[in-house]
């Protein structure tokens, strides 16, 4: 008898719970013969480089007819409108979604730039966290500028890794200006950096270790530059393993 009652008990639980969620849903679902009576469309700015904006994807909603202002609820394809959206090469992501209000909602997530690149004899572009390859003939000065013998393949596959850990690290976020490569004997590519205070070069040589050459700068940086001064040296090489090599400004003693 006391399991009936408990079962009893339980299946009553779950019917409330069951009816509380279909009367959200019910509550929070546009009725389906009303018109959208406005649009919120959101393009997410917090990237350094601005991309797209909402008056651009207004017009490409109404270029391909998805534009919902003034349209019946049931006829709004939001399934349509984000795919349209994520099919532009400056989205990363889009949610669209109804209200009850009669309101359509956009949220637009741009790619992330952490690079402008310049290769040699081509037009430039941006390089996002990810790799992605972003046309763009304009670079800004909030981010580090890759120039030289660079293929997409590198900058997809070697230079946005780099250059995620520069904009993330607020030191190195702060110091690098540019980054040049070049091939060396082997045809393999080689790193020079350019910073922004100091004048000298810092050569990398490959890439490879990264994160460890640019600990031990940062620490040469912080217990010897403010000592020998910042332009003492013209030349700064990370190339081999646990040492640092400096080549002094010839007229400097």
């Known amino acids: ?5 408990a079962l009893a008990i339980i299946l009553i639980l779950l ?7 279909f009367a959200m849903f019910v509550m929070t679902s546009p009725d389906p013969e009303e018109k ?18 909402a008056t651009q994807v ?11 202002k003034g349209r019946l609820m049931k006829d709004v394809d939001t399934r349509a409108i984000e795919d349209l959206l994520r099919g532009n090469e400056f989205v990363d992501s889009v949610e669209c979604y109804k209200t009850a209000s009669g309101k359509l909602c956009i949220n637009i997530k741009q790619r992330t730039p952490v690079m402008y690149v310049m290769p040699n004899g081509q037009d430039g572009y941006y390089v996002d966290v990810a790799g992605k390859i972003i046309p763009g003939d304009v670079f800004t000065s909030n981010l580090v500028v ?6 997409q393949k590198y900058a997809s596959e070697v230079l946005s890794g780099f250059g995620d850990f520069l904009q993330k690290n607020e ?31 810092v050569y990398m040589g490959s890439l490879d270790g990264y994160r460890k050459k ?18 003492k040296y013209e030349r700064i090489n990370l190339e081999f393993n646990n040492q640092i090599v400096c080549t002094k400004r010839k007229n400097k003693k």
């Not at 008898?1 to 009652?5: A, L, R, V, W």
């Not at 019917?15 to 969620?21: E, P, S």
């Not at 959208?36 to 904006?53: A, G, H, M, R």
């Not at 690098?176 to 350019?194: A, G, N, S, T």
Request: with cysteine; proline share 3%.
């Open 1 to 5: 008898m006391k399991y009936i009652k």
């Open 15 to 21: 019917g409330l719970i069951a009816y509380v969620v």
């Open 36 to 53: 959208c009576l406005d649009v919120e469309l959101v393009v997410d700015e917090s990237t350094k480089v601005k991309f797209i904006d």
């Open 58 to 68: 207004e017009k490409m909603l109404r270029k391909k007819h998805l534009y919902p």
């Open 146 to 151: 890759a120039s030289g013998d660079i293929t």
């Open 171 to 201: 030191f190195w976020n702060n110091q690098i200006e540019q980054i040049y490569v070049y091939l060396d004997r082997e045809k393999k590519p080689v790193v020079e950096l350019i910073p922004r205070v100091g004048d000298h070069v």
């Open 214 to 231: 640019l600990r031990r700068l940062q620490i040469f940086y912080e217990k010897a530059m403010g000592i020998v001064g910042w332009n």
